[in-house]
């Protein structure tokens, strides 16, 4: 970022992404502020520990207050009860983003999800202008919060990067990743890339890395100016060698979402 923020939110940082963030992020700005329900431990240099309920509104108010860039982590990252997720994903970012307007709104980077275009199969390459096809609730709700980061944009200039992270692990770990895989350090590229941006408005990003054979086409986002730089296809040789190749039915090798079209729909 060309000039140090002064103090960037990470909501969720208690997960796999945020915990990657927390490290990668540090010297960033002047303080990161961490938060989550699930315990984060000790504060360490430049850090902030602020546990909050996302689904309580007061204290993400308490929350988001001082803060000039948010990394929207924070909610249910994998298929559960519609309960679960209406409070986490749909309450949750719905409070974020009125907090965000209390104050001063600060951009977002919201972590969305290709479980929002799951059902899209392998064959296909898709640009921003691709119809939503959920593979769970989940995804749902991740429609959801893309809405309410464009009506908040429409409505009162709120900018948001919506990043549909597709598998943001150290390495590619499976077929479906060569095409999938987000590397952590392109991840940490475009946050830094959203948040010196002399715009941004409501943006739509694919979360992937530069892969060679992706799925996805961020052309329309140019004007950012972010090149992932990192390539699944590095990975591919170990890959063919350790990981069985899936059966051209199933739903890992057939459609984009993997495995979570095969979810089923959670009871409470």
């Not at 600060?106 to 939503?132: C, K, M, W």
């Not at 809405?147 to 944009?153: D, E, G, K, S, T």
Request: aromatic share 8%; with cysteine.
């Amino acid at each position: 970022m060309s000039d140090m923020m002064n103090r960037i939110l990470i909501t969720g940082a208690a997960g796999q992404l945020g915990g990657m963030l927390r490290e990668k992020l540090k010297g960033r700005a002047g303080v990161l502020r961490l938060s989550d329900v699930a315990d984060l431990g000790p504060a360490g240099e430049g850090e902030e520990i602020v546990p909050c309920d996302l689904a309580d509104g007061a204290a993400v108010k308490r929350l988001v207050e001082g803060c000039d860039g948010i990394v929207h982590l924070g909610g249910i990252s994998v298929e559960k009860s519609f309960d679960l997720i209406e409070a986490a994903n749909l309450r949750g970012v719905y409070n974020l983003y009125e907090a965000a307007r209390a104050h001063g709104m600060p951009r977002i980077v919201f972590a969305s999800s290709n479980h929002t275009i799951g059902y899209h199969e392998q064959t296909e390459r898709l640009d921003h202008t691709a119809p939503y096809r959920p593979d769970s609730l989940y995804g749902v709700s991740k429609i959801f919060g893309e809405a309410v980061a464009q009506l908040y944009y429409d409505k009162f200039g709120q900018e948001s990067a919506l990043v549909r992270i597709g598998s943001c692990t150290a390495r590619p770990e499976n077929w479906r990743m060569l095409a999938t895989w987000f590397s952590p350090d392109d991840f940490v590229s475009l946050i830094e890339t959203v948040f010196r941006a002399p715009r941004l408005g409501c943006t739509m990003l694919w979360g992937a890395s530069n892969n060679d054979h992706g799925w996805w086409d961020n052309s329309h986002a140019d004007f950012l100016g972010w090149k992932p730089k990192d390539n699944a296809a590095d990975f591919a040789a170990e890959i063919a060698r350790t990981v069985p190749r899936p059966g051209p039915d199933e739903p890992v090798a057939k459609y984009q979402g993997g495995v979570f079209t095969d979810e089923p729909i959670h009871e409470s």
